[in-house]
């Protein structure tokens, strides 16, 4: 449990980089009292109204036979009528997340503007037309095989690329409107802005809800983990945003680390069984990895500028 939940945190902390910087940037254009409202009273929303009720009503939505309530605790329960509903319910969860995350990805790999932490990185970025023919096929092929064994595991994956969608939707118009918002070219007042910056907090929390599933069933450690995480963004957001950015490969990290879970998604969806410390402990690792290849990078340049110090002087 200790495990899960420290690598929920960190998984959540690091897929929510963007998020803070969008919130650190808008919060830059807002009064010193809208901020501290932001800060402070926002968390509550952030950690138990999303990242709280958004897996409890998954949970319930995907295993309605559990009832609203029953699957809050239900991966505790030993009660055996539970235990069949969930297991047999979770591998369509399993799927559409682990569809979800797949896409999410790809799409950062073929399109996105990105600091190349590895080579091939480059490659794929130089081929961004075909991302939508890439993501088609995945879907179709994995749809095929899903057919096979329940229709409803094909559905499942269905919703899951449904979901990012939409999802990746928002997530554009909040860049055009952060955009605007910094260059001054829109009206909204500072209670219209922290309206704003809540939406798109749970837009970018569905990354981390979906993710957790790769952990853990379990709503109140999703709860624990993914709030944890939360906190640690808005920290980050109230100062150190600027240092987090310097590590420039961090990003790579966070979207390495949800193609690994997103595997592991899609192969329990298929009913293998995948050990539950596996996603914890490949995310420290991939995470690990890309923080020493950051840290490496800034000595490197800060090394640099001190040589050009020198010799200006």
């Given at each position: 449990m200790i495990l899960v939940v420290i690598g929920l945190c960190l998984f959540e902390t690091v897929s929510s980089i963007d998020n803070a910087v969008i919130n650190a940037e808008v919060l830059g254009?807002?009064?010193?009292?809208?901020?501290?409202?932001?800060?402070?009273?926002g968390i509550l929303f952030a950690v138990f109204?999303?990242?709280?009720?958004?897996?409890?009503?998954?949970i319930w939505i995907t295993v309605p036979s559990l009832g609203f309530f029953g699957s809050l605790s239900a991966a505790f329960s030993s009660?055996?009528?539970?235990i069949e509903a969930i297991e047999s319910?979770?591998?369509?969860?399993?799927?559409?997340?682990?569809?979800?995350?797949?896409?999410?990805?790809?799409?950062?790999?073929?399109?996105e503007a990105k600091t190349y932490g590895l080579h091939v990185e480059k490659f794929f970025h130089r081929q961004s037309v075909?991302?939508?023919?890439?993501?088609?096929?995945?879907?179709?092929?994995?749809?095929?095989?899903?057919?096979?064994?329940?229709?409803?595991?094909?559905?499942?994956?269905?919703?899951?690329?449904?979901?990012?969608?939409i999802t990746h939707g928002f997530k554009q118009n909040a860049e055009k409107t952060e955009h605007e918002m910094i260059h001054g070219e829109s009206s909204l007042s500072d209670w219209s802005k922290?309206?704003?910056?809540?939406?798109?907090?749970?837009?970018?929390?569905?990354d981390g809800?979906?993710?957790?599933?790769?952990?853990?069933?379990?709503?109140p450690l999703i709860l624990l983990g993914n709030g944890l995480g939360a906190i640690v963004v808005r920290q980050m957001t109230m100062g150190n945003i600027e240092r987090?950015?310097?590590?420039?490969?961090?990003?790579?990290?966070?979207?390495?680390?949800?193609?690994?879970?997103?595997?592991?998604?899609?192969?329990?969806g298929f009913h293998y069984d995948v050990p539950t410390w596996i996603s914890p402990v490949m995310t420290f690792l991939i995470l690990g990895y890309f923080f020493y290849r950051s840290h490496k990078l800034l000595k490197e340049e800060k090394s640099c500028e001190k040589k050009k110090k020198g010799i200006e002087e």
């Open positions: 254009t807002m009064s010193q009292k809208a901020r501290r409202w932001f800060l402070i009273w109204i999303v990242r709280g009720f958004l897996p409890w009503l998954i009660n055996p009528i539970v319910s979770t591998p369509v969860l399993m799927m559409g997340g682990g569809i979800f995350l797949l896409f999410l990805f790809f799409h950062w790999l073929f399109l075909w991302f939508f023919a890439v993501v088609s096929l995945l879907l179709t092929l994995i749809v095929w095989f899903a057919m096979k064994i329940d229709s409803f595991l094909a559905f499942g994956a269905v919703v899951g690329s449904t979901a990012f969608f922290i309206l704003y910056l809540e939406v798109i907090d749970a837009t970018f929390s569905v809800v979906l993710g957790a599933f790769a952990f853990t069933m379990s709503v987090v950015k310097k590590y420039k490969y961090l990003k790579n990290g966070a979207m390495y680390s949800i193609l690994g879970l997103g595997i592991v998604m899609v192969a329990e």
